[in-house]
């Protein structure tokens, strides 16, 4: 099966990023900016990089974006233009485009003309960092529905040395450990004491919580929301 083909429009630290990371990933990636300078700069790292207008249709359908089974558009602060190019990118037939946006209306807009997803970089960082500061013992959180997030926590001390079962977690607070993670001594090859994670994965209802474990928890977020205050 031929992999999935991106295409890159706007190569700010965002779009410049977003064409890194899915290169270093083995995916094509067409990287398109107006700026000479900066599509050079990427040339070295993703499979084409081309100078063109993003408000060119002739020159977006030119460099191949129709071809692109998937495109982001990372022009967020230039509304209008990130605009056009999501019309000409939906014109061209490309399945699925993801449009960086700033603001709201920009996002009421790129959904009304076809974007099929939109994200705010910004403000996922801005919600991150708040979190992590509010929340210390958060260490990732994702998003995988409207209402559903998956949060790694280092265990409360309420659940230190308790089995699932005792603790109760999922009558008390209505999400489920799907994972423990904990860093185990071991000796290494030269003889050395060493640490290294392990993870139980579904661990059962006698599986024990001791301190330090990190706990894999999926559950809505409301919900997420009272355990992290634990």
Not at 118 to 128: N, S
Not at 145 to 158: C, F, G, H, Q, R
Not at 224 to 230: D, G, H, M, Q, S
């Amino acid at each position: 099966m031929a992999k999935k083909q991106f295409g890159v429009i706007g190569l700010g630290t965002f779009g410049s990023a977003v064409a890194k990371e899915l290169a270093a990933r083995e995916f094509p990636v067409l990287a398109i900016d107006h700026k000479e300078e900066v599509v050079n700069r990427i040339s070295s790292f993703v499979t084409q990089a081309i100078v063109a207008d993003a408000t060119d249709d002739i020159a977006l359908k030119d460099a191949g974006i129709a071809d692109c089974d998937t495109v982001i558009i990372s022009m967020g602060e230039d509304i209008e233009t990130s605009i056009l190019a999501t019309l000409i990118a939906k014109d061209l037939g490309v399945p699925n485009v993801i449009v960086k946006c700033t603001s709201m209306w920009h996002s009421k807009i790129a959904v009304k003309i076809g974007a099929d997803k939109v994200i705010y970089p910004e403000l996922e960082m801005a919600k991150k960092l708040a979190e992590s500061m509010a929340s210390p013992n958060i260490l990732e959180q994702i998003e995988f529905s409207k209402d559903y997030n998956l949060v790694e926590i280092i265990a409360p001390e309420i659940f230190w040395k308790k089995t699932i079962k005792s603790a109760n977690i999922r009558n008390k607070y209505g999400v489920n450990i799907i994972a423990i993670k904990r860093n185990v001594p071991f000796v290494n090859d030269d003889g050395q004491s060493d640490i290294k994670e392990e993870t139980n994965i579904a661990p059962g209802p006698d599986d024990e919580i001791l301190e330090n474990d990190v706990l894999v928890v999926v559950g809505k977020e409301d919900q997420l929301k009272k355990f992290k205050k634990l």
